[in-house]
């Protein structure tokens, strides 16, 4: 049976290395056509702006978090551009509020895995082909192309656009080219269509430079929740050297009140993510748990996280209702009420994602979990080179937070792990601690303030520094 399955997945792979490598000389030719309506350019994109009276800016988002991110992109953008920002592209609720009318619904791109975007791809060819052909793409004399989180796609990574030098082109959140065998070389294919690519990992940037592609370490998104909390980033002093103290603190009083819940009740939160896919994958998981843990806390009281997804907020309306426990849903686009529910917390139990850095920014001590389709673990087996799934673990290089991944990923295991994080106080302790190394980890650098953001003791908020590289980025090949 395994020899089988593995043979199955080498075909599988065969076949979607073949149609990358047809959709690569396509591409290649398409953009030949295109070329002779561009033109070759060193630069700055606040020159264009100068020259066309407007910066315009198109700009891809397929995910929540990418979501999130765009949202602070284009609000920094706002603020330090001398001139008005033109916005066009897909995104989310977080983007739309910036201005952005997408072009099609973010939730068709929301998928992630080899298995599980296979039945996805008609409805993802549709949606390139709006991309490519949509009036403002073409006949603008210069635009902005963003990609973030949507790089991850083989297509977009296969895209061979050095010539058509018109554009620059921008890569938000560096592909983790560091979980994967092989990946380096990734870095240089995705050098030939990318101009810049921000990194939020520190790093990344270095690695990204000596493999060609032009790189600046921004920090990590996560961290301007802070300033949305409109928080006191307490100053202290570290191997003699001050640093930003990173952590939310909320008022418990206030969330319990408003939401009746009695003194003694245990409360742990529930992310269950922020794709359709994997919240139908996990939520039933979830569900059995709680249903284990209810038998040792009576008093259980849960709080889920519903992200910013209308297909996810309508699949987890539908099904909470049948939990053996009381359950609060909390908006995922209410920053106040996410971190509310987490200093309200004993534990939390998420699926692997940006919420994994989230949780360390309100210290809260947490449990990964993870499941994808066999075929997705087998490739993730055969083809990852670190040890761990959650980016604080792996930051850290040890299991700081438990992990319970594929096929031990289950509801008794899962009951096991939470009910020890609730029980022991010195094993939340621990990972409180940790959470500090890895937010320190994470901060913007030094000394790189942007003109009208100074609050920040030194630095900017990590859309303020992308921003900023952005408006005076020159093609550097």
């Known amino acids: ?41 060193s630069r700055a994109v606040i020159d264009y702006a100068a020259e066309d009276g407007e910066l315009r800016v198109f ?3 397929g995910e929540v978090s990418g979501d999130t991110i765009g949202g602070r992109l284009m609000a920094s953008l706002k603020k330090i551009s001398p001139f008005p920002v033109k916005f066009c592209g897909v995104g989310g609720s977080m983007m739309s509020q910036h201005g952005l009318q997408s072009l099609f619904p973010m939730e068709d791109l929301s998928v992630m895995g080899i298995w599980e975007l296979l039945p996805h791809l008609s409805k993802f060819r549709v949606c390139w082909i709006i991309l490519l052909l949509w009036p403002p793409f073409l006949s603008n004399r210069y635009y902005e192309n963003m990609m973030k989180k949507i790089g991850e796609m083989p297509v977009a990574a296969s895209c061979s656009l050095q010539e058509l030098d018109s554009p620059l082109h921008f890569h938000y959140v560096a592909p983790s080219f560091w979980a994967w065998k092989g990946g380096e070389a990734r870095l240089k294919r995705l050098s030939h269509f990318v101009d810049h690519i921000f990194c939020i990992l ?9 493999n060609g592609l032009p790189a600046t370490f921004v920090g990590h998104p996560v961290l301007e929740d802070c300033s949305e909390l409109i928080i006191i980033l307490k100053v202290v002093e570290f191997q003699e050297k001050d640093y930003i103290n990173w952590k939310v603190q909320r008022n418990s009083g206030n969330f319990r009140n408003k939401f009746q819940i009695p003194p003694g009740d245990k409360i742990i939160t529930l992310l269950p993510g922020s794709r359709l896919q994997e919240v139908a994958r996990m939520l039933p998981i979830f569900l059995k748990t709680v249903e284990l843990l209810k038998g040792s806390f009576p008093e259980l009281r849960v709080l889920m996280n519903v992200a910013s997804n209308q297909h996810v907020e309508n699949y987890i309306s539908r099904v909470v209702h049948h939990w053996p426990v009381p359950v609060i849903l909390i908006p995922g686009n209410s920053t106040d009420l996410r971190y509310d529910a987490f200093n309200v917390s004993l534990a939390a139990l998420c699926t692997s994602g940006t919420v994994a850095v989230e949780l360390q920014l309100a210290r809260l001590p947490c449990v990964v979990a993870y499941r994808a389709h066999i075929l997705t673990e087998w490739l993730i087996r055969y083809k990852a080179k670190v040890s761990y799934i959650s980016l604080p673990n792996i930051l850290l290089d040890s299991p700081m937070s438990p992990e319970a991944l594929f096929q031990r990923c289950t509801p008794q295991r899962l009951a096991l792990l939470l009910s020890e994080l609730i029980d022991n106080e010195a094993l939340r302790t621990r990972q409180m601690y940790s959470a500090e190394k890895v937010i320190r980890l994470l901060c913007p650098p030094e000394n790189n303030a942007v003109q009208y953001d100074s609050n920040w003791r030194g630095t900017s908020p990590p859309s303020m520094i992308a921003a900023s590289t952005l408006l005076y980025c020159k093609r550097q090949r």
Do not use: D, G, H
């Open 59 to 61: 700009i891809v988002s």
């Open 202 to 210: 520190p790093f990344e940037e270095e690695v990204c430079r000596v």
């Open 1 to 41: 049976m395994v020899n089988q399955l593995a043979f199955y997945c080498r075909r599988i792979l065969a076949m979607l290395a073949k149609a990358n490598f047809v959709m690569r000389n396509r591409i290649t030719s398409a953009s030949a056509m295109l070329r002779r309506f561009m033109w070759i350019s």
